[in-house]
């Protein structure tokens, strides 16, 4: 019988290591149009984030949006939206990513107040489906189909 990975890879997949943290999330390295940087893997995100700091950084053409983000105990945050933008995790790639912007100050310090780095954004539900996603709990993989 083969492994999850052995099938997975046999399948296209490309495999993404992922770092558990002191608050039990998955960490995980991107880059967003060329430039690194460091996310929480949350399935439970509908969309992928990041932060307002995260527009220069990561070239984001920032438009305005109607949308209220609600997660992680703050609700009706103000949001903007970044159309067409280039994400690579691992060997990864898609450039139609559209990302929701958002104030991570609540994010960032409950991370940091436990000890974890604070990261760029949120890799949620959108891009695991535009990948096909597997992620191997026990050996800390994230799949994505190439």
Excluded: R
């Excluded at 430039?35 to 307002?52: E, M, N, P, Q, R």
């Excluded at 695991?128 to 800390?140: H, M, T």
């Amino acid at each position: 019988m083969n492994t999850l990975q052995e099938f997975l890879l046999s399948k296209g997949y490309t495999k993404i290591k992922l770092h558990l943290t002191k608050t039990n999330h998955f960490e995980i390295k991107a880059s967003i149009n060329g430039h690194k940087g460091l996310f929480i893997l949350d399935t439970g995100a509908s969309s992928s984030c990041v932060g307002f700091e995260g527009i220069d950084t990561f070239k984001l053409n920032a438009e305005n949006s109607e949308i209220k983000a609600a997660g992680a105990g703050a609700i009706d945050m103000e949001t903007k939206m970044a159309k067409k933008n280039k994400v690579k995790i691992g060997k990864w790639t898609n450039n139609k990513v559209v990302l929701v912007l958002f104030n991570l100050t609540h994010v960032n310090t409950a991370l940091t107040n436990h000890n974890s780095k604070p990261v760029d954004g949120i890799i949620g539900a959108d891009i695991l489906k535009k990948g096909k996603g597997v992620i191997d709990y026990e050996k800390k993989y994230l799949y994505l189909k190439l």
